[in-house]
Antibody
Framework: QLQLQESGPGLVKPSETLSLTCTVS??????????WGWIRQPPGKGLEWIGN???????YYNPSLKSRVTISVDTSKNQFSLKLSSVTAADTAVYYC???????????WGQGTMVTVSS | DIQMTQSPSSLSASVGDRVTITCRAS??????LNWYQHKPGKAPKLLIY???SLQSGVPSRFSGSGSGTDFTLTISSLQPEDFATYYC?????????FGQGTKVEIK
């Protein structure tokens, strides 16, 4: 069973860059059948799509975050990553990585990682 | 952006009840609508994709219907493990957007 695992700092200072990595348990990150995405959930709020990436490096971002977001992929390590710059308290959230098959739905999710923005 | 509106925001139900959650899109999204179940501290779980297709391994008491702007998730006989928050999500156009969630609680 494919697994995704998020990793990265749980605490980030305001104005700094949040960096997270998602490790995929097999080499399906190189498959043309899948896209890979990041989603977040602030405390007490709903889910927000951050963006998706294809194995080729093509990216699709939420316009509300586009100026601050970079998603990249490293197929040699079976990983994809999220960078969110100039963070504020509003970026405090549980961050999930997930897989989407054929640009349809997120069918496999990581367990999520809580990131708090605070000095 | 396409806005997704779920109703109700919460509901109380008993084991064995039939539960229906609705999701309305601000514009037509064809059948590009997915449903997720989310429990605290867990990863969201895909239940239904493309409006009515049951994800592999999901119990058949879950079903989805609709197209265009109006969609429904139905749980035919609520089980104890079904108490959770349910989200709809459109994959018709970016940015992908989620509904605000429907929390299903024990009556």
């Amino acid at each position: 069973q494919l697994q995704l695992q998020e990793s990265g700092p749980g605490l980030v200072k305001p104005s700094e860059t949040l960096s997270l990595t998602c490790t995929v348990s097999d080499d399906s990150i190189s498959s043309p059948s899948y896209y890979w995405g990041w989603i977040r959930q602030p405390p007490g709020k709903g889910l927000e799509w951050i963006g998706n990436i294809y194995y080729s490096g093509n990216t699709y971002y939420n316009p509300s975050l586009k100026s601050r977001v970079t998603i990249s992929v490293d197929t040699s390590k079976n990983q994809f990553s999220l960078k969110l710059s100039s963070v504020t308290a509003a970026d405090t959230a549980v961050y999930y990585c997930a897989r989407t098959s054929n640009w349809e739905a997120f069918d496999i999710w990581g367990q999520g990682t809580m990131v708090t923005v605070s000095s | 952006d396409i806005q997704m509106t779920q109703s109700p925001s919460s509901l109380s139900a008993s084991v064995g009840d039939r539960v229906t959650i609705t999701c309305r899109a601000s514009q037509s999204i064809s059948s590009s609508l997915n449903w997720y179940q989310h429990k605290p501290g867990k990863a969201p779980k895909l239940l239904i994709y493309a409006a009515s297709s049951l994800q592999s391994g999901v119990p058949s008491r879950f079903s989805g219907s609709g197209s265009g702007t109006d969609f429904t998730l139905t749980i035919s006989s609520l089980q104890p493990e079904d108490f959770a928050t349910y989200y709809c999500q459109q994959s018709y156009s970016t940015p992908w957007t989620f509904g605000q969630g429907t929390k299903v609680e024990i009556k």
